[in-house]
């Protein structure tokens, strides 16, 4: 158990590329910035699933296409148990209703701000 790796739940959009809310279910955005270093870095301690509701056919294209398929262990289009997840539509919770309420309530992703 000592090459055991905890597995990490990616969303693509709006984390790995540059998403602004318009879906084209044919087109993947760009890269951002800064992909290749988080998810190579990334890699070297955690499985690295990539969840999508893409085409899983056209996402491993972007990947390869990108050069970041060698650090991505499975796509996904499930919520699957992992140790953490990394979306741009989430709330952390942080044991106190009320306050995540009002986070829910107040929402916006990065890109809508």
């Known amino acids: 158990m000592g090459n055991y790796k905890k597995t990490i739940l990616i969303d693509l959009d709006g984390v790995l590329n540059n998403y602004n809310g ?9 890269v951002k910035q800064g992909a290749y270093e988080f998810l190579q870095k990334l890699s070297l301690e955690y499985n690295i699933k990539i969840f999508t509701t ?8 972007w990947l390869i296409d990108n050069n970041l398929y060698n650090f991505i262990d499975d796509i996904t289009n499930i919520k ?30 990065y890109w809508n701000k």
């Open 22 to 30: 318009c879906f084209n279910e044919k087109i993947i955005p760009d």
């Open 54 to 61: 893409r085409n899983k056919l056209l996402t491993a294209k």
């Open 80 to 109: 699957e148990l992992a140790y953490l997840y990394v979306d741009d539509r989430c709330i952390c919770f942080n044991n106190d209703y009320i306050d995540t309420i009002s986070q829910i309530k107040s929402f916006k992703t």
